[in-house]
């Protein structure tokens, strides 16, 4: 009986229809999971996951209420942005708006998929007493903006400044040739060390460090020009001599040569290096595990070179961009999102409980800034030099940055034994290949 | 509704008869294989070697190039290392895993209490996941807060944490010993199944000729395992040359450039900067080498099944 009526069931026919109504079906589910093929319009809202969550908790929690409030079908994802939209802009299968950082913005805003959003920017900068200058050129492209600039991060000196004081150290060391010496004799190896740098391609906080050391002995790696390849110089060399004295000091732990990116945050907050450059993610960590520590930090700007002069980093961390979806109805509401995120009291309140600067100059009578600690990433934020300095962000120096070129002469020099001269020539060599694909 | 008689086709529906429904039949269940093996292997890697003529970067249009890709990622400073790295890594973590694999299923085939026990427990490494194994043994090796220097700190074999991870050899090793733990099950349970298979009569006639335990396993165990060996080896060879996850997660390539191998360029080229084109390049580099394995493998699995 059973059998029977599977063998009315499993006619051939039957299988055939089967198959066609599946694949049907299964064309028709993939086509709801694929953004802008077949789904129900929606806005897609894509967001990245910051070390401070709280602040990601409010900022997803104000675009969730001003779509209930506008009766719009919104998705916010609070996920790596990086992949996901690098396959979106391939594939054309983009978001309405992406959260977009300096780095993202030189890779894709060529691609034309960035709207102009010059009339946002325009309106936001009057609303806040304009962006402040390294946001502006970093987001301003032939006299237009493509992205709106939202927060800006800088790598600063986080150091134990409970260990200092106990040492007969009032102030943190002015140049680095003082912090090294200062360092070495205030650390207890092999329980703390001196210094919380990387020496390796996979801690790329360190490839900022050794670059704004770099800069503050005046090398640079390229000119102003933004193209003229310049590693083969004396004040390379000096700044690699200077690398390599502190490393012959013993002021790093062996195992920084296989460090992380986070490995740096974790000596600070373990208590096994007394300095670390990072930006304020260890601040937080602090806030959130360890409070009772917390005060016990202190902030430096980056040190000082031979010459007097001392250079912070600059990241845009946080800005939008509303992508060219070709949705009109969308881009509209995009832009309306976009007031709502700029008015004054969502930025305000997000800028509190965040931890970096606004990219806008009209909110430092915010009460955040009399905290020091926040302080001295708001100082940063209005000085900080954008990446391919003393030239203009570029895509070749992008590539090049990925390359981690100082880590890797930093590496050479202290790992490899090799001379100054030696580590200069290999990335000397990466530098013109890279830039070869770029300018012929 | 009743079956329709294979010879039975007349009338409208008639027109098919019953070879071509079989056909249709045929070509209908072939249909989810196809679309998979085209839309995800064939279609990818033809694309894969169209762009690796071109200058492509993401989200722009490319032009044709021709080997001017080929020639920049041959002279590329590390890409002579990457390739020796990435040989000597294969060949250690391969003949590793082949040798505990073989061992594993020695034992696994006696008569040992726990046994079925012991089997799914020597499998679990395959089972997990790459990206979580690089993650549990980046925290054993870490030199921080890592398990090994915690134990053998506190059993004061060390005055000092070992960097495992910072210094070349022992990166370098690190990374054969996650490979090897994470691919000798699939040699262990292929050579026990093998073992199986093994008619043990010929272990009681060789017992009865005087044949020594390391005269067995050399005469009838290796023999009658041949095919088996041959076919995990070429195998691991192909998966633990293209690793990728795990030297990355473990090292990034590091400390210096000491466990660079080549699919963390393709990693940097097409992933970090967008360059499709170069990073298409490094595996299409590496495709005959991969290719003759390939051609080796199913040669001698065809004439295994015709013979």
């Not at chain 1, 719009?72 to 977009?100: C, F, G, N, Y």
């Not at chain 1, 034994?417 to 020539?425: G, I, R, T, Y």
């Not at chain 2, 989200?59 to 400073?77: A, D, I, M, S």
Request: proline letters at 6%; hydrophobic letters at 45%.
């Amino acid at each position: 009986m059973a059998h029977g009526v599977l063998a009315r069931r499993l006619t051939r026919r039957t299988i055939l229809k089967s198959t066609v109504l599946g694949a049907f079906a299964l064309a028709a589910a993939g086509c709801n999971v694929v953004p802008g093929i077949g789904a129900k319009s929606k806005m897609l809202v894509w967001t990245d996951p910051t070390f401070a969550p709280a602040s990601d908790d409010y900022q997803t929690k104000v675009i969730e209420d001003w779509a209930k409030e506008k009766g719009v079908e919104i998705e916010v994802t609070r996920d790596p942005v990086d992949q996901k939209l690098q396959a979106a802009v391939e594939s054309k299968q983009l978001p309405d708006i992406s959260q977009v950082d300096d780095g993202r913005y030189i890779k894709y805003q060529p691609s034309g998929m960035l709207l102009d959003v010059s009339d946002l920017y325009a309106e936001f900068g009057k609303a806040w007493g304009g962006f402040y200058k390294p946001a502006e050129k970093t987001v301003t492209k032939q006299g237009k903006q493509f992205m709106l600039p939202y927060s800006i991060d800088s790598s600063l000196m986080l150091y134990r400044n409970d260990i200092l004081q106990e040492g007969g150290v009032k102030e943190f060391p002015k140049t680095w040739n003082e912090m090294f010496d200062t360092v070495k004799k205030l650390q207890k190896p092999p329980d703390l060390y001196g210094c919380g740098f990387q020496f390796n391609k996979d801690g790329t906080d360190a490839e900022a460090t050794f670059g704004m050391m770099a800069l503050s002995y005046g090398a640079t790696l390229v000119k102003e020009d933004s193209k003229t390849i310049n590693v083969k110089t004396p004040e390379m060399k000096a700044f690699l001599t200077e690398l390599k004295r502190s490393w012959d000091l013993g002021v790093y732990a062996p195992g920084v040569t296989g460090w992380d990116n986070s490995a740096n945050n974790v000596s600070l907050q373990d208590g096994k290096a007394i300095v670390i450059h990072n930006p304020a993610s260890p601040l937080v960590w602090f806030r959130n595990n360890k409070p009772e520590m917390l005060p016990k930090i202190g902030i430096a700007g980056t040190p000082a070179g031979p010459t007097g002069k001392a250079y912070n980093t600059f990241y845009l961390r946080d800005g939008f961009a509303i992508m060219q979806t070709g949705k009109q109805a969308n881009i509209d509401l995009s832009k309306d999102l976009m007031r709502k995120l700029y008015s004054k009291d969502v930025y305000r309140q997000w800028i509190g409980l965040a931890f970096p600067a606004p990219a806008v100059a009209g909110m430092e009578d915010h009460e955040v800034w009399k905290n020091p600690q926040r302080k001295g990433f708001l100082d940063a934020a209005k000085s900080g030099v954008l990446t391919g300095y003393p030239g203009e962000p570029t895509e070749a120096y992008t590539e090049l940055g990925s390359r981690t070129p100082f880590i890797q002469m930093a590496i050479r020099t202290v790992i490899d034994n090799w001379s100054a001269d030696q580590a200069m020539d290999e990335v000397d060599k990466i530098a013109r290949d890279i830039y070869s694909k770029y300018y012929k | 509704m009743s079956a329709t008689p294979a010879t039975a086709g007349t009338g409208a529906r008639g027109r098919l008869t019953a070879r071509h429904r079989e056909w249709l039949l045929g070509y209908a269940v072939i249909v989810p294989a196809f679309a998979f093996v085209f839309g995800l292997i064939l279609y990818p890697a033809v694309w894969g070697i169209y762009f690796a003529f071109t200058d492509k970067v993401i989200g722009r249009p490319e032009k044709f190039v021709g080997l001017t890709n080929f020639f920049w990622v041959l002279q590329w400073p590390d890409f002579g290392l990457m390739i020796v790295n990435t040989v000597v890594i294969t060949v250690l973590a391969v003949g590793i895993k082949a040798i505990v694999g073989m061992t594993m299923a020695l034992v696994l085939n006696e008569d040992i209490p726990f046994r079925s026990a012991a089997r799914a427990l020597m499998f679990l490494p395959w089972t997990v996941p790459s990206f979580v194994a690089g993650l549990i043994w980046r925290w054993l090796f870490d030199d921080q807060n890592g398990l090994f220097n915690w134990g053998l700190l506190n059993l004061g074999l060390i005055a000092a944490p070992i960097p495992w991870l910072g210094r070349p050899a022992t990166a370098f090793m690190a990374i054969v010993v996650v490979l090897v733990w994470k691919g000798f099950p699939f040699f262990g349970i292929s050579y026990l199944a093998g073992l199986q298979a093994i008619s043990t009569e010929l272990y009681e006639a060789a017992q009865v000729d005087g044949a020594n335990a390391m005269q067995r396993f050399r005469h009838i165990t290796i023999p009658g395992l041949q095919h088996v060996i041959l076919i995990t080896v070429l195998l691991s060879t192909i998966w633990t040359a293209n690793t990728f996850d795990l030297p990355f997660i473990l090292t990034g390539g590091g400390p210096g450039n000491a466990t660079e191998v080549f699919t963390l360029l393709t990693y940097q080229l097409g992933i970090q900067n967008g360059r499709v084109g170069d990073a298409a390049t490094v595996p299409i580099m590496a495709m005959p080498f991969f290719g003759a394995l390939i051609v080796v493998l199913t040669r001698y699995m065809l004439s295994r099944e015709e013979a």
